[in-house]
């Protein structure tokens, strides 16, 4: 059972896109720090463990030539081994900051150079890997940047091709050490996954075809790929093969948003149906396929979801946002 | 975003633009020919070829300001006239009525459906008039004709777009549309919105088309086999759907959203107050320095430039059409508008830039309004003056 909690207000309502929370936890500082993306602007929201809102910032999207101000079209907070950036990307090109959005360290521009009058240009889908930070574009492309532990020296190392359609999502092995060989998965408009190894040079794995649908979100938990897609599906693939064991019909619309907590394998879908579902993955242990369980389902009423996480590593709490609703709201267990 | 949305949301924003305008011209006992040329003139402006040509190029959305001046022109493009108060109380309501169709359409590419249930409707407003039948066979004749490239062009622009495609174009549509959340009478009391303004997601129903309906986990071995199978309580009540909307130039649409829900001739009152909740983003998009003020005024010159506004056949009266039930009602509204939710565009400086006035002057002459309220000193200055009365 949960219950709600006290809501974080937020200067600017959440826009109507996938993923759109992001939250970073510091346990050790007793903090939470929360990001939405409201439009041309991003909000970061740090919070004591009650929900009591401590320090609020507003990012806006780098101008460039063109007609109205740039959309922003996700925030995200990386954790790389040293450090931890927080990553703006939108309609002109990526910008990362230090953690609390105080310092631009990195710009990098978008090249719509072969883009089509009718096609959008922007950067999409968000991860650390390591000490590289993948980002999704438009196009289909991967950009892979380099990180340095400290300091402002980011540089762009490779370009990965797989995707043909805009990317959605990125997701990596949040079990860092781990013997997994698959540590990334890449989702895009037309429902396709693509599998990578990371490393000096990332390596594409698997493809996972889609079927007509997008899929807005992903995760990656031990070894299998968590896909929510846009006819309210879960699916979970085995990463290294591309093998489907388990097919959820979840969601009455399209999923926006799907987390993790890794360390107890509890995973949260969230659609614009208006419900958040939580499942625990399990492995069984007579067959060793993956089996999946229903835990939990919140309706938010009247509200299409937008974002949603856990806010805490053993999956006891999580936060929500809907598009135009101006907070985040809260929800722990009882 | 999506550089296909300009014109879902125009075509859309003027159908329900012309289910309001109708049933007030009922409620106002306006004779049924004079009711039925305005419709007309409404509707061969709008599918003016040339103005077509302008919507269907590839464009970014402009502000709610923008927009609402290409309706103030539509909604004068005949004999009717209406006041500050009306306009603006009507595209709200256009506005209020097709952010609810787009937030409920089960799929992103449903909003074709909508569109086509608009379409429909507006063929019904020509088809339906015996009195000055000529004119009427006229007009339907060049609409088919402009109608036929309409829908080429929307085949052309829609019909091979993936659902990611449509799924970009749904979020453009919204993020338009954020924000916005005033409380409409006839959706309180049909209990599709809240008293705080925002629209009621049912959790029951149909699921869309391709979709299952949620509570079931199924789980499979290695080589694809099911193995075992699990329900859970979704917590909606959900059923599967009884079949697709037809998105040909017939067909049954089955979704009711963008049909004519002022048929029942019942009054349309929009409630100002409670809606300036979240309208801190919005307040400073009004007050802020508008850098987009040329690109906007090029943006309506091209839009308007391809609009023909006809000459009426004969000495035609106009009238005046008001929106709320008294003109005290419509003086009061005036008012008491909250400043947040003005539609005032921002004073252009006219001094500044003669070519582009120059251009506009020109576009403008090629336009004949008649019974234009405003007294204005020249032809050109009608598009500038229009826009800082506003």
């Given at each position: 059972m949960f219950r709600r909690e006290r809501s974080i207000p937020l200067r600017g309502s959440a826009a109507a896109l996938c993923n759109n929370l992001s939250v970073l936890q510091l346990p050790s500082r007793n903090l939470t720090h929360f990001g939405v993306v409201h439009g041309p602007s991003a909000q970061l929201v740090s919070a004591a463990p009650e929900g009591v809102p401590l320090a609020q910032r507003q990012l806006h999207a780098k101008e460039g030539a063109g007609v109205s101000p740039p959309l922003i079209t996700q925030v995200h907070w990386c954790v790389l081994p040293f450090r931890v950036l927080l990553v703006l990307t939108s309609h002109r090109g990526i910008q990362m900051y230090e953690s609390d959005g105080s310092v631009m360290v990195y710009w990098h521009a978008l090249d719509s150079g072969d883009a089509s009058p009718v096609q959008a240009v922007f950067a999409r889908g968000i991860a650390a890997s390591g000490h590289f930070i993948c980002v999704g574009t438009w196009s289909g492309r991967i950009l892979v940047f380099d990180i340095p532990?400290?300091?402002?020296?980011?540089?762009?190392s490779e370009e990965l091709a797989g995707h043909q359609t805009p990317v959605t999502d990125i997701a990596t092995e949040p079990a860092q050490g781990q013997d997994c060989v698959a540590d990334m998965v890449t989702a895009d408009d037309s429902g396709l996954l693509c599998v990578w190894r990371s490393g000096p040079e990332f390596k594409l794995l698997t493809r996972i075809p889609g079927f007509g649908v997008p899929c807005p979100s992903v995760q990656l938990w031990h070894g299998t790929v968590a896909a929510g897609y846009g006819d309210g599906q879960v699916r979970l693939y085995e990463a290294g093969t591309g093998t489907l064991h388990v097919q959820i019909s979840a969601h009455a619309r399209a999923i926006c948003a799907l987390d993790l907590a890794p360390e107890v394998g509890k995973l949260l879908s969230a659609a614009e149906d208006t419900f958040v579902h939580i499942w625990k993955l399990s492995r069984s242990p007579e067959s060793g396929y993956t089996e999946v369980e229903h835990c939990h389902g919140e309706c938010v009423p009247d509200t299409q979801v937008c974002g949603a996480r856990f806010c805490d590593p053993s999956g006891s709490s999580f936060a929500v946002t809907g598009y135009d609703l101006a907070e985040i709201l809260r929800f722990s267990s009882v | 975003m999506s550089v296909r949305t300009l014109p879902l949301l125009f075509l859309n924003l003027g159908g329900e633009m012309l289910y309001i305008l109708d049933q007030r011209l009922r409620a106002q006992n306006i004779p049924g020919d004079k009711a039925r040329k305005v419709l007309h003139d409404i509707i061969s402006t709008m599918f003016n070829r040339k103005f077509m040509e302008e919507l269907f190029k590839p464009q970014e959305l402009y502000s709610k300001k923008a927009l609402r001046t290409v309706y103030d022109r539509l909604a004068h493009a005949s004999i009717m006239r209406l006041n500050q108060a009306s306009m603006d109380k009507l595209y709200d309501l256009m506005t209020m009525a097709f952010k609810h169709q787009v937030l409920l359409?089960?799929?992103?590419?449903d909003v074709l459906l909508v569109t086509f249930n608009h379409l429909d409707a507006i063929k019904g407003f020509i088809q339906d008039s015996p009195a000055i039948l000529h004119q009427v066979e006229e007009i339907f004749r060049q609409l088919t004709e402009v109608k036929c490239f309409f829908l080429l062009c929307l085949w052309q622009t829609y019909g091979g777009l993936s659902a990611g495609e449509f799924q970009l174009i749904r979020q453009t549509l919204l993020t338009f549309f954020q924000d916005l959340h005033i409380r409409v009478s006839l959706f309180l009391k049909d209990k599709v919105q809240n008293s705080n303004g925002r629209f009621v997601l049912p959790v029951s129903g149909p699921v869309p088309w391709g979709t299952e309906v949620p509570g079931l986990i199924r789980m499979f071995d290695s080589k694809g086999k099911e193995v075992k199978k699990v329900e859970f309580k979704h917590g909606g009540n959900y059923v599967t759907a009884p079949k697709e909307g037809s998105f040909e130039?017939?067909?049954?649409?089955?979704?009711?959203?963008?049909?004519?829900?002022?048929s029942m001739n019942r009054p349309v009152e929009t409630h100002m107050s409670g809606a300036s909740k979240n309208l801190a983003p919005r307040t400073q998009e009004n007050i802020a320095?508008?850098?987009l003020a040329k690109e906007e005024l090029n943006f309506l010159a091209r839009l308007m430039g391809g609009m023909e506004i006809k000459k009426p056949s004969g000495p035609e009266p106009g009238f005046r059409l008001n929106l709320f039930t008294t003109d005290e009602e419509e003086e009061q509204a005036a008012l008491t508008r909250p400043e947040e939710l003005s539609y005032e565009v921002i004073n252009i400086q006219a001094t500044q830039d003669q070519q582009r006035n120059e251009e506009l002057a020109r576009i403008m002459g090629e336009l004949e309004v008649t019974d234009q309220p405003r007294q204005s000193a020249s032809k050109g200055d009608d598009l500038l003056a229009m826009m800082d009365g506003l």
């Open positions: 532990a400290k300091g402002p020296n980011i540089v762009l | 359409c089960p799929r992103p590419k130039l017939y067909g049954d649409r089955v979704l009711k959203l963008g049909t004519n829900m002022y320095p508008n850098p």
